[in-house]
């Protein structure tokens, strides 16, 4: 199985050529490994880590950028089964983080800060999916 960590080249070029000035929700879907796979001579290499612990660390030291470019944290679980999909796919966590556009997005994924807090999220993910939605009215029916 295929294991999805950072976005394929051809599936950027389609989120960049989306409008940047709407607001965007992404579904985040997240499998942690059990230990965490830093680059040599990163400081939390040697830390003995498990990925959960990884994306924590990950969390904690984007979590300010993520707050200032205007990101909101709508909807988090923990998963429990699938209902409809293979049998095979499980996931750890899963939330949808919500911007208040896709410049706002661009802005925190350029950040020197962030670049440097998002090797916790490689090293800590076996498998992920990052899938941008453009919100629409909530209410009683689909």
Known sequence: MTAYIDPSRANFDVFKSLPRDTPIHMLNLLRYRDEAEYPDGHPNAQKGWSGRRAYEEYGRTS??????????????????????????????????AAYPNAAAFFEMIMDPAYQQAVVNRTAALADSRLVRFAPRDAGDGF
Do not use: H, K
């Open 63 to 96: 979590g300010p950028i993520f707050r200032r470019v205007g990101g909101t944290l709508v909807w988090r679980g923990v998963f429990e089964t699938v209902v409809t999909g293979p049998d095979a796919m499980t996931w750890d966590d899963g939330f949808i």
